[in-house]
């Protein structure tokens, strides 16, 4: 009976999770376009709830709620769902989108050849998938085709790329944003000579193509005129309306050469609105508090560049997590007596807590960013689908990789489903991958932050 | 280029992606554009409007049209484009029914723009700034032809709702079609009589305060209502 309880608790909390990512895709994500396929809002609200319900299984096998065989038993279901999810259902919704969006496929109007277009390329899909097992060390032979382990070991090279590339990113532009030292002074005369620039340029813009409207509409009024005139008059035609004709040319080449000039005047313009805000932001409480925040952020970045370093130069492979080490230190060294077993128990509880709550809630403002900044009423549903797709990679990797911060016994449920994986390569992979993007970010910020000060003073120079 | 042309400015405005720019390419070159990609920053373009054409008093006019690119990452810079505008065009989406809604924040934002700092883009709907409103205001809705056949009533008659509020006039179109704007149809006319109207406020009207003195301003002149006789509502050509 307990078992029926456990289940009846465990669809509950999924309901819950559904609940909640229908309410974020439809405030959120699609705030400014209509809703016209429910089956995209369904299958994100599912994942949503898939992954949360990993995460929520974690914390019951630390807290030690529910039977233990109830829980192995909502593991495996949620990772097969998962699984389904990711590699069928996401892929083939995403083909059928792209293709029914494609120009020569619109023309048709069929359904039959649609939907065997989208079987193609979900097949092509699944060949490249596959063949990503290939080149990493991953698996032994001794796994059946469609075992657990085959799928997730992929899906999780995939995600601890993602993760680790976000991670990278994040860690070098966290402290960027947040640190007022790297705040390039604007002040308000310097917006408004910009601004002034900008709409004398298009002033500029518009004599030209009034000039060019008007040559037009000259040739137009006269073109039918001159026709009866013969000879004699398609000569005068040909001399009159030659200068014309390349003026109208020569203009349009201009205002093509202006029009690129104040796309990117306003780029500035936009550029300069940002600073000033975030001057004015910094000013106030919660941007101090920022500022500090990122001195600190900061410090940890170095830590975990060199510590990747470290483990990638010296081939470390982690033993012990960082709770049982820090008891350790504080049991042995610093002589403190106190129940291990129940203060492991609760710090680990805190600590995957918290790491599950940031990273569930990073992911969520880094996909809604981006949605805005990328999504566009053809293709909004594409991308959201491929955020679905993502956010499901990602938190598979996250909980292979948070069985590294946990103490051994609430390692077992992790192993014990996903089997025999080879978790360390997971760790070293995240590491090369992390080093890279961080080391390349750090030289794309600086890049970008060294153009625009110069940029900057040369305005003023004017 | 002997005689100079005077010119109104009117912005055309509308969330990102609802075809203002292949709107404003249609009206003033007269034929569908090509390609479009993301406006960044503002496109202008110009269209010579015979304002009374026909009459003897017909005068050339530049109407500037300035669309606005509508995406959400330049928000706090799109007041630089607003200042001394004469006109309003508002676009909007036939097939999303949330760019609808949003016109009235644009509305908001223009017409907010001194009324000093804006607080995260929220506006308040005030019904009596809007009413206030000096601007001649006019509703496109386009991409029509996406819209399945069994829609198409319920969406229009929705369209509507928004230019009631603005009272405004509405037209709804296709911007990929050139004869929905060709010279002649019902579009056109509104359009045009869209046009006069703004060149009329700019030039020929002396005093713009007092409620009752705009309201009579706001019907379009008696000269102009001879040539659309069919002064109704028709909403497909």
Redesign the interface.
Known sequence: MSFFVDSCIMFTTQAFFFGFGWLFFMRQLFKDYEIHHRVVQLTFAVTFALSCTMFELIIFEIVGFLNSSSRYFHWKLDLYAMLFSLIFLLPFYIAYFIVSNLRFVQSFQRRRLIVWLTVGVWLTFMYFFWKLGDPFPILSAKHGIFSIEQGISRVGVIGVTLMALLSGFGAVNCPYTYMEYFLRHVTDTDIQSHERRLLQNMEIILTKKKRIALAKRETRQAGPGTQRQGIWGMLKNVTTSLPAGENVRQLQQDVEALEELSRQLFLEVVDLHEQRERIAYSKTLKGKYFNIMGYFFSLYCMWKIFISTVNIVFDRVGKTDPITRGIEIVVVYLGFQFDVKFWSQHISFLLVGILIVTSIRGLLITMTKFFYAIASSKSSNIIVLLFAEIMGMYFISSVLLMRMNMPEEYRLIITEVLGDLQFNFYHRWFDVIFLVSALSSIGFLYLAHKQAPEKHMMQSMY | ?AVP?E?VKVLVLG????GKSSLVHLI?QGEAMGNSA?T?????????HDYREGTPHEKTF?V?L?DVGGS???S??HS??FNSAHGLILVH?L?????QG?LRRWLGEVLNKDAGKKNNGEFDYDEEVFSENQLPVLVIGTKMDRIPDNNLEEVLSRSSSVAGQCRADFINLDCMQNKHLAAGTTNAVKLSRFFDKVIEKRYYTQDPRGRLGSQERRRPPSMTRTFSPTFLQEKLD
């Open positions: 280029m042309v010119k969330d990102s992606g609802v003033s993301w960044i920053g503002c496109n202008v373009d110009v269209k010579l530049c500037e300035w959400i990452n330049h706090l810079s630089v484009f989406d097939t999303n029914r949330k760019s949003n």
